[in-house]
């Protein structure tokens, strides 16, 4: 018996202890201030390294990021009503042509890129792809490459852009129908010297799946680079530096990395499938806090650190080169205490 009234009374002490426990690991967790952000997968590395700085300075904080193309990234905000403390994109017009004035009143440019052609010393004809025949090389039947989607992701149809920005440049017509028309349902059109792209929906691209590999976000085709399961992806540099890849530096003019050249980028534009026309231009990024906010003085916060001293060094570690100082859609919108940090007319 009295055997009996010890297990029972172990048993007893167990259960309350392991309540206890439960209650304090549940305190633990209800002290714990979430950070919500939505941010393009080109992002992905230097917000892996703001995360870890912003959660040093505040220890009770977790900040929760998903990372997708920046268009899908701005519709879970705008369409499917999904709540987020910060918007970065790598496509800053998105915020003033798809959430100002219903969703936000303001953004902040903080960085720049450019479109580059990634390989491997795996890739097919990698010893001899440069910059005055990497046309040429993607033309090949045996090679095969990248894109994101352009109704997803700006890295896509900066693609298509770039793509037919070389036809300009080489003064060859065929560039852009013998690497995207010829092996998609993505139509072009010329009228005078614009250049007009038109996008179908997304199931309609139809891409010939022995030439392209098409992903919702560029980020995605990086493993099917390193496992040789494609030749090539066109892709934004700060990526292909984080990954180690090689690649191909296109000429300025093309590129989408110069606003001495925004005059040539704008002579190509791009319809996607819901209509929204996208002119090309340089390529820059911008971030804004959401109406929707629930941690606005936190959001406040990491937007400070992203376009601070120490957030710009971020960028440049990570081969993307930060806009400094930050420039302000309008300073008046701005919250006071981001207006140090920008640049002032």
């Not at 953004?107 to 025949?133: G, H, L, M, P, W």
């Not at 990248?146 to 298509?160: F, L, W």
Request: glycine share 4%; proline share 4%; hydrophobic share 40%.
């Amino acid at each position: 018996m009295m055997t009996k009234y010890i297990i029972l009374s172990i048993t007893i002490l167990s259960v309350v202890l392991m309540a206890s426990i439960s209650g304090c690991i549940g305190t633990a967790d209800s002290d714990t201030t979430v950070l919500k952000i939505y941010h393009a997968g080109s992002l992905s590395m230097p917000m892996d390294e703001l995360e870890q700085k912003f959660e040093e300075l505040h220890p009770n904080v977790d900040v929760q990021r998903e990372a997708a193309g920046s268009v899908a990234c701005v519709k879970k905000i705008t369409e499917l009503d999904k709540q987020a403390d910060i918007l970065a994109s790598a496509d800053y017009t998105l915020i003033p042509s798809m959430m100002i004035p219903d969703f936000t009143d303001w953004y902040v440019v903080f960085a720049r890129n450019q479109i580059v052609i990634a390989y491997t010393d795996d890739s097919k004809y990698s010893d001899e792809i440069n910059q005055d025949n990497w046309y040429d090389i993607l033309r090949r039947d045996d090679v095969t490459f990248g894109i994101s989607n352009p109704n997803d992701d700006p890295c896509g149809y900066r693609s298509q852009i770039v793509t037919q920005l070389a036809e300009k440049y080489y003064s060859d017509a065929e560039i852009y129908d013998d690497i995207m028309g010829a092996n998609t349902e993505i139509t072009i059109s010329t009228e005078g010297d614009i250049s007009a792209i038109k996008m179908p929906m997304s199931e309609a691209i139809n891409p010939d799946t022995k030439k392209i590999m098409l992903r919702s976000m560029e980020v995605e085709l990086s493993s099917a680079l390193e496992m040789s399961e494609i030749d090539y992806f066109y892709i934004y540099r700060s990526v292909a530096v984080q990954h180690g890849f090689k690649f191909v530096e296109l000429p300025s003019q093309i590129d989408l990395g110069s606003i001495e050249y925004t005059d040539m980028y704008n002579k190509v534009n791009i319809e996607l499938s819901n209509g929204k026309i996208i002119d090309g231009k340089p390529i820059v990024y911008g971030i804004t806090i959401p109406n929707n906010a629930i941690e606005h003085d936190l959001a406040l916060e990491f937007v400070k650190l992203v376009i601070s001293e120490e957030g710009q060094q971020i960028f440049i570690d990570n081969g993307q080169p930060p806009i400094v100082p930050a420039v302000s859609n309008d300073i008046n919108a701005v919250p006071d205490e981001l207006k140090e940090y920008l640049a002032r007319e």
